[in-house]
């Protein structure tokens, strides 16, 4: 039992990184249909922000390849390590409006194709610039929660720690924020006006470019934050998120893709998932990637619209 | 007498998408200038890059020609170059049977991965590629005994050229370019007459409209498995090849920016046109050329990418798109004029 109360507790963390990772990518894909493949890198970028910030881009750092990034060796900025996270979440935030005006508002009604080509090719110049500056090696980001070693506190006779209150913690009020606006002000109204219809939404004089943004700064910064996050826990490096992101999207696809409740939901059944399949079937955790894509495929073949998403109907 | 109408400038001409063009003269003289010209250290990376065409090709005829948005064909270039390694070291094949059986066990894997995933439409196949992508990694890592781990593993054979040639050391990498230029040429021959054929015509009605290809009594699921595991043999084909020209491979080589790069250039060249797949594989070679000369940006990345999203706007249908253009309003200036 003890040992149940600790996987349970060791996979929280995990699921709060997941569960906002996959209500970003919900969030843009209900309003646009679009899949956000540079998520992961959008996130990376602006926790590496929040590094510079927190005054830590000469921070400690593993392997020979740390310090060959062009801003390695500049002067960070003296920023606390919370108002650093602040500020990187809303460096996130204005990063994703801005890729919305600058890059997705004209492929409005592009063919799928054309979106992923835009998705990858941003990816691909995202991580580029990441590696430029701050190279590829993992290093130690200062803490935004206590998490020593000794950083816990014993529950039922397991540690949680203090990093994963916290993250919940931080997560919970983000999700009120979020709920709040979408469901009390104007611009949330704009919002589920153009996810459900964006046809009828534009011909009732809602400004849809404009409200899009809404959604992808809301995305742009709940990747800032959940990168913010792992970074502050785990040894971060720019293909952290990536690995991540497998895991948000088969919690997103769990969930319904077009569901913010299924991703919060799938984010933590992804997560238990990860840690409790391989603690009792003792198979080597590496391998729990593979069952998130049999999910992915499993979920996309027999249940598309996944526990909470809505049912499309295909005319033939 | 009637003066012949201009030629129409369409696009979905299958003149148009398989015809090489300029491309005709300017190939062979140059594949045959650069051993003469190159190191033997620049046409060994030449020709690595060289064999990368066959992936480019097989994403190039999955997306382009069959519209199925692939971004995990690294896998199957990894799945290739791992078969080979194991083929060549462990079971002592010799290179000609090695190589066919890597592309075969390519094909096979394309053909399992593909039986769920191609169940699945547009932007939902493409997140599912994804996922095998950024999965192989972290498999192959696992699976030691035939891809060595974490490390990676080297092939120990003699790979030089048999010895009944009588070539002199000097010119082993010349034999390595012509043999992996006479496989590229025959990969470019089966998908050039594949293309051509009924065959053709059925992945394209597939793509353009699935009810219509329905209607017409092609059956969208083995059209598509068939095509998926034929391009995931040429990417094998390709990663089979990296291995026999650079005798290690290490799961860190197949990662999902493999796949990435592979997507893009198959973008960036011209989707649904066989020219694309050269043009692609030329950006390849050049922009980190260009790069190392210019030097302002550390990262070919970020070209590739950069290019991705303008070519998105500008010319949808990458450079091959491109190309034609000006060829069609060069024909129609010569029969005005």
């Not at chain 1, 919690?251 to 799938?266: N, Q, R």
């Not at chain 2, 790069?261 to 692609?280: D, E, K, Q, T």
Request: with cysteine; net charge positive.
């Amino acid at each position: 039992m003890d040992l149940f109360i600790q996987r349970l507790f060791d996979g929280l963390f995990n699921g709060a990184i997941y569960a906002s990772l996959a209500l970003a990518l919900v969030t843009i894909y209900r309003s646009t249909g679009l899949l956000n493949f540079a998520q992961a890198e959008l996130a990376t970028f602006s926790a590496y922000v929040g590094l510079v910030l927190a005054g830590g881009s000469m921070g400690a750092s593993f392997g020979g390849l740390a310090g060959t990034g062009l801003l390695d060796g500049l002067p960070g900025y003296p920023f606390s390590v919370p108002v650093a996270v602040l500020l990187a979440t809303i460096f996130g935030m204005v990063a994703g409006a801005l890729l919305e005006v600058v890059i997705f508002r004209g492929l409005e009604r592009g063919s799928p194709l054309a979106l992923v080509n835009v998705t990858i090719g941003l990816l691909i110049v995202l991580s580029g610039l990441t590696t430029q500056f701050w190279g590829g090696a993992a290093r130690i980001f200062p803490q935004l929660f206590p998490a020593d070693f000794d950083d816990f506190v014993w529950i039922g006779g397991a540690r949680l720690r203090y990093t994963t209150i916290g993250s919940w913690a931080t997560l919970l009020v983000v999700l009120v924020v979020i709920t709040l606006l979408m469901n009390r002000t104007k611009a949330g109204l704009a919002f589920r006006a153009i996810t459900s219809n964006r046809e009828s939404a534009r011909l009732m004089g809602i400004p849809v470019g404009r409200t899009l943004m809404l959604g992808w700064a809301v995305a742009g910064g709940l990747g800032a934050l959940a990168a913010c996050l792992t970074a502050s826990v785990v040894s971060f490096s720019p293909f952290t998120m990536l690995g991540a992101l497998i895991y948000a999207l088969a919690a997103a696809t769990l969930g319904g893709l077009d569901s913010p409740k299924g991703a919060i939901v799938g984010g933590i059944i992804v997560a238990q998932a990860q840690t409790m399949i391989p603690g009792y079937l003792g198979l080597p955790t590496e391998l729990a990637v593979v069952a998130a894509v049999i999910v992915l495929v499993v979920v996309l073949l027999f249940k598309p619209s996944g526990l909470f998403g809505t049912v499309r109907v295909e005319r033939v | 007498m009637t003066p012949a109408p201009p030629r129409p400038k369409n696009q979905n001409s299958s003149q148009g998408f398989t015809s090489l063009g300029w491309l005709r003269w300017v190939l062979p003289v140059a594949l045959i200038a650069v051993p003469l010209l190159a190191s033997e250290l620049q046409l060994r990376r030449f020709t690595q890059v060289l064999v990368l065409v066959l992936a480019v090709l097989g994403v190039n005829l999955v997306t382009g020609y069959t519209g199925l948005i692939s971004l995990g064909h690294g896998v199957f270039v990894g799945i290739g170059a791992f078969a080979m390694a194991n083929f060549l070291d462990e079971w002592n094949l010799t290179f000609f049977l090695a190589l066919p059986l890597a592309a075969g066990v390519a094909g096979l894997a394309g053909l399992i991965l593909g039986m769920p995933a191609l169940r699945v439409r547009g932007i939902y196949l493409a997140l599912i590629t994804f996922g095998f992508a950024l999965v192989f990694g972290p498999v192959a890592r696992r699976l030691g005994s035939i891809t060595g781990g974490p490390t990676g593993r080297s092939i120990n054979r003699n790979l030089d050229p048999p010895a009944f040639l009588g070539l002199p050391e000097d010119y082993f990498q010349h034999y390595r370019y012509a043999l992996c230029l006479l496989v590229v040429g025959i990969w470019f021959w089966i998908v050039r007459n594949l293309v051509e054929s009924r065959m053709g015509r059925a992945l394209r009605s597939v793509r353009d409209d699935q009810l219509a290809a329905v209607v017409f009594g092609v059956n969208p699921v083995t059209v598509k498995a068939g095509v998926f595991s034929l391009s995931a043999a040429m990417a094998g084909t390709a990663g089979a090849l990296q291995a026999y020209l650079f005798p290690f491979v290490s799961h860190a080589d197949f990662d999902v920016f493999l796949s990435l790069r592979l997507y893009a250039a198959a973008v960036l060249g011209g989707l649904g046109s066989i020219a694309g797949a050269i043009y692609g594989v030329v950006a390849l070679i050049i922009v980190p050329a260009l790069n190392g000369l210019i030097g302002i940006i550390g990262s070919e990345e970020i070209v590739f990418g950069l290019g991705l999203i303008v070519l998105t706007y500008i010319a949808p249908n990458g450079i091959a798109g491109i190309v034609d253009r000006r060829r069609a309003e060069a024909d129609t200036d010569s029969t005005t004029s």
